[in-house]
């Protein structure tokens, strides 16, 4: 099988494009939109997938060879501000989330 790789940031969405049938399946289905879709999303991605494409033809006749496409998640980076540091007056302690600026409280 020949595999193409891709990369994304976690939680960003990829697409994905198959072409050359009438009817289409990726494999695994999970994170996709529609597993049988010729163009599904991979949807908020949390961890690498390497997905499998088997394609139809007007005939009905599936590929033999699937096509591969791996979609490498990169995981989010945490930075911990400290115990000691705080980001504002009111605030106890925060974790920053670099997946596109997410403050949470740690309880």
Known sequence: MQVVTAATCFGKNVSLHGSGGVKYSWTPSIYLSNPTSEDPTVQHPIQSVVYSLYVADANGC????????????????????????????????????????????IY
């Open 62 to 105: 599936w590929s033999i060879k699937p096509s591969g496409v791996t979609i490498n998640v990169t995981p989010p980076a945490a930075i911990f501000v400290g115990d000691d540091t705080l980001p504002f007056p009111s605030v106890n302690r925060w974790v920053l989330h670099v997946v596109d600026i997410n403050w949470q409280r």
